[in-house]
């Protein structure tokens, strides 16, 4: 495991974080759980850092790009983890090392097991060192499209209708107000959106619709 660039202290972290749900009691679902919000808020961090003019709307579209199980996935794939899995007899025969929701829940699994061996610092590099080629990638586009554009191209692409957001609600005081917002498409589940405006909660619900037909494909 040396390409993960950490050296557990505690091994039997390492080993629950490898180990499946199908094994029985003691697997990584706990772990994924922590890892999920460890990576969210690192890669949300950093590209608040990196991107000090794009709206929140942008910045969460660039997030799901980072976080989806696709990418984990490749990330697993480039550490080759399938091999390490630890699996149950059913997943080992119907492939499981190589399924992408598997190999993506083990990162976050790793993520949260570095987390609990370490500190927060020393889980951030590693985050962000996995994560160091894709975000100098984002980085270096010319121009970020807000995610309503995006959404839009890709489902003329498709030659699909286009979307329709729909103002769910809104609370709060006036001063201080919250929306909620659905991203209505056809053949697709209503994708939902919440920011401060209700701009820049049609830009989430978008940023939201563009994942799960990223993740569909």
């Known amino acids: 495991m040396a390409k993960l660039g950490y050296e557990f202290k505690d091994s039997q972290l390492l080993e629950r974080a490898l180990s499946h749900r199908s094994v029985g009691a003691k697997n990584n679902e706990r772990l994924e759980f922590l890892g999920d919000s460890i990576v969210n ?3 949300a961090e950093s590209l608040f850092e990196r991107f000090p003019k794009l709206k929140e709307g942008e910045l969460s579209q660039m997030r799901a790009q980072l976080v989806k199980g696709k990418t984990l996935a490749e990330i697993a794939r480039e550490f080759e983890l399938g091999g390490y899995l630890k699996l149950g007899q059913g997943e080992m025969k119907s492939g499981g090392f190589r399924r992408e929701s598997i190999l993506a829940d083990t990162v976050e699994a790793l993520i949260g097991a570095i987390y609990l061996d370490s500190d927060m610092l020393q889980c951030r590099e590693r985050v962000l060192s996995w994560y160091h080629t894709r975000l100098e990638a984002i980085a270096s586009k010319s121009s970020h499209k807000d995610a309503k554009t995006t959404l839009q191209e890709i ?10 957001y729909t103002l769910i609600e809104t609370s709060g005081e006036d001063h201080q107000q919250h929306f909620q917002v659905a991203c209505e498409i056809a053949g697709l589940p209503n994708c939902m959106g919440e920011g401060g405006n209700r701009r820049s909660a049609e830009q989430a619900a978008a940023a939201a619709a563009i994942e799960l037909i990223e993740n569909s494909q």
């Open 41 to 43: 808020f690192v890669i």
């Open 155 to 164: 489902l003329q692409a498709q030659k699909k209708a286009l979307p329709v």
